[in-house]
């Protein structure tokens, strides 16, 4: 593993963290997983995949 520390948010039963990830995403119709490294958006699922694929992961959490 790539040994990062992460929180995972549950937003499903809760409309107010919900809201809040979205406006992190900058997107009122985003839906999870929305990946959030502090307050700096870093991306979607589908970035964080291309990110692992392209060996760019660190970069993509704003880690370097």
């Known amino acids: 593993g790539k040994n990062i520390k992460y929180e995972l948010v549950d937003i499903s039963q809760d409309n107010a963290l919900r809201e809040e990830m979205r406006?992190?995403?900058?997107?009122?119709?985003?839906?999870p997983p929305q990946i959030v490294n502090g307050d700096?958006?870093?991306g979607d699922y589908e970035l964080f995949v291309e990110a692992v694929e392209q060996n760019t992961l660190q970069e993509f959490l704003k880690l370097a």
């Open 23 to 31: 406006a992190k995403a900058g997107n009122p119709k985003a839906i």
């Open 40 to 42: 700096h958006y870093c």
